[in-house]
């Protein structure tokens, strides 16, 4: 089974990248038919798709965050990661990643998510 784990250096400061890293197991990365992709819910506020990254390397961002967002992949580490950068207190959320079926656009399997304070 894959199982996904998302980790991150904890608090971030106004205007430093935010940088979380996704570590996959039991299933690669560069495996056909999946997107890597992250997610973040602020608080008291619904789920937000960023982006993600396809088994060849290609990437997309949602247009509202795309000037600060990137996403980018280790096949050897089997991990793929998010920058933001300007960070902002606006960015405060818990963040997950996912992989994302190609087939049918759902969410197949998540982490458990990182809290990342964007804060003084």
């Known amino acids: 089974q894959v199982q996904l784990q998302d980790s991150g250096p904890g608090l971030v400061r106004p205007s430093q990248t935010l940088s979380l890293t996704c570590t996959v197991s039991?299933?690669?990365?560069?495996?056909?038919?999946?997107?890597w992709t992250w997610i973040r819910q602020p608080p008291g506020k619904g789920l937000e798709w960023m982006g993600g990254?396809?088994?060849?390397?290609?990437?997309y961002y949602s247009p509202s965050l795309k000037s600060r967002t990137s996403i980018s992949r280790d096949t050897f580490k089997n991990q793929f990661t998010l920058q933001l950068s300007p960070g902002t207190p606006e960015d405060t959320a818990v963040y997950y990643c996912?992989?994302?079926?190609?087939?049918?656009?759902?969410?197949?399997?998540w982490g458990r998510g990182t809290q990342v304070p964007v804060a003084s």
């Open positions: 996912a992989v994302q079926s190609t087939v049918w656009g759902g969410a197949l399997d």
């Open positions: 990254i396809s088994s060849s390397g290609s990437t």
């Open positions: 039991g299933g690669s990365i560069t495996t056909n038919s999946y997107w």
